[in-house]
């Protein structure tokens, strides 16, 4: 079994990078576990002079981080970019650098929902470098998301079916990048 967790960067309740994950979840392989965690909002901003004593909060995350056989990450777009949580989680998550930080050598796939005609792409492209430097092995999939307004229903559900197939096929592509990367070790 390969255990996933899921992460969105929004924090709003009707999310849809975080319907996005809990379709995932729910459409997932029959190899594959998805976990979604709900609790960034609480995590800490980043602070070197914390790195010896993290607040509990990034203790909880990184742990869980490390104990995942592979991430998905889903983003909105805040102003052409990602938003300050997410940028939370991988200065965290990249420390201390090397093959001790939670995000090192760790399988990821990058997805990410909008309402523009863009699908949160400039904040993908900018997670995918941030995690590439912290160490982090990135699966050549994606999946933009636009105008999502338009593919989800008032609940929260895919209701795009070609969508649906993407991200089932990022599920495999990362399923995929988690078994060769665990064959480079």
Do not use: C
């Not at 960034?40 to 004593?53: Q, V």
């Not at 777009?77 to 090192?104: C, I």
């Not at 399988?107 to 949160?120: E, K």
């Amino acid at each position: 079994m390969i255990t996933i967790l899921a992460i969105s960067g929004s924090l709003r309740a009707g999310s849809y990078n975080t319907s996005l994950l809990r379709t995932a979840a729910a459409h997932a392989p029959a190899e594959v576990e998805v976990e979604i965690y709900e609790n960034l909002e609480d995590l800490a901003p980043y602070n070197e002079d914390r790195e010896d004593d993290p607040p509990a909060s990034v203790t909880e995350l990184m742990t869980k981080i490390r104990a995942a056989d592979a991430l998905l990450l889903s983003t909105p777009e805040f102003n052409t970019t990602l938003p300050g949580q997410m940028k939370h989680l991988v200065d965290w998550g990249s420390r201390p650098y090397g093959p001790d930080a939670a995000l090192y050598g760790k399988p990821v796939a990058v997805i990410g929902a909008s309402q523009t005609d863009y699908g949160a792409m400039w904040a993908q492209d900018t997670l995918r470098k941030a995690l590439g430097i912290a160490g982090a092995r990135v699966a050549d999939v994606e999946l933009s998301v636009a105008r999502a307004q338009d593919k989800f229903d008032a609940n929260g559900t895919l209701t795009d079916e070609d969508t649906l197939e993407q991200l089932e096929h990022v599920l495999r592509g990362l399923a995929e990048h988690h078994r060769a990367t665990v064959a480079l070790s």
